[in-house]
């Protein structure tokens, strides 16, 4: 629409470093670019919408985050060009998580990527978001909404896949005890030859919590301040992940609030302006 600027006006005073149900004390940034905001918003935060984030940024439409309810100045967000330098943005966390880690061991190297391509494709089909997706030879992971979670075992557990003409034939089985359609489907196959079963280590109750920055991921020691922060916190980590602008890691989910304040109080938000 050509527009001059956008004000998206809530109920909070702009975009903070962290939520203030976790940290009462957050600070609302001034300015943040685009880059910035679209990652706090898909890492968790409902402050803005991502897409409204990566849509401003492409037509270059100044966008401020304001408080409907009062006069502060709100949040202005910017084109990195015009707000450079390397610093910690904020603290996020997502919702409920559940993490699945399937153990691929047992499969024939050739047959791999063809389990994980057949489990990624019926994901895709189904709209479900994976978090923190961890691939490795002996197995692949990611974290699921716990809303999502019934989808994922309707479309999985007791899935069949048939490989090669050498008569293999994987089952999949979410979690440690098989299900009676798992059960039924392995005594259905067993005269079909070699039937192995592909499953799922399940870790229930967590969730995601995040650092974003600019410019900030690459720098040395900083996935070890993070985790040496939790530790000392007694907050167990149970996975990571990083991209550009954050790094994230998987926490049981009553511990959420204190990971947050944690990793605040630690890259000194409360300072940031």
Known sequence: MRAEAVEIFTDVDGVKTADPDAVREAPTLRKVTYDEVAE????????????????????????????????????EIVPKEKFPGRRATGVTHTGKLVYMQFDLKGAEDDDRSILERHMY??????????????????????AVNRHEYGIVVDVLDG??????????????????????????????????????????????????VSLVGHE????????????????DGQVTALQTSDSDYSLSVLVPEAETNRAVRLLHDRFQLAEVR
């Open 121 to 142: 494709e019926t994901f895709a089909r189904y709209g479900v978001h994976l978090y923190m997706l961890n691939l490795s030879p002996g197995s692949t992971g990611f």
């Open 159 to 208: 899935l069949v896949v048939p490989i090669g003409e050498a008569r293999r034939v994987y089952l999949f089985q979410i979690g440690d005890h098989a299900s009676r359609e798992v059960e039924t489907q392995a005594s259905l196959l067993g005269a079909f030859g070699d039937v192995r079963r592909i499953s799922a280590r399940l870790t229930e109750g967590c969730t995601m």
């Open 216 to 231: 900030f991921m690459q720098q040395a020691g900083l996935f070890l301040a993070v985790l040496q922060t939790l530790e």
């Open 40 to 75: 706090i918003a898909h890492l968790g935060a409902r402050v803005i919408h991502p897409r409204a984030a990566e849509i401003a940024m492409h037509y270059g439409i100044p966008l401020w985050v304001k408080n409907t309810f009062s006069e502060d100045e709100g949040t």
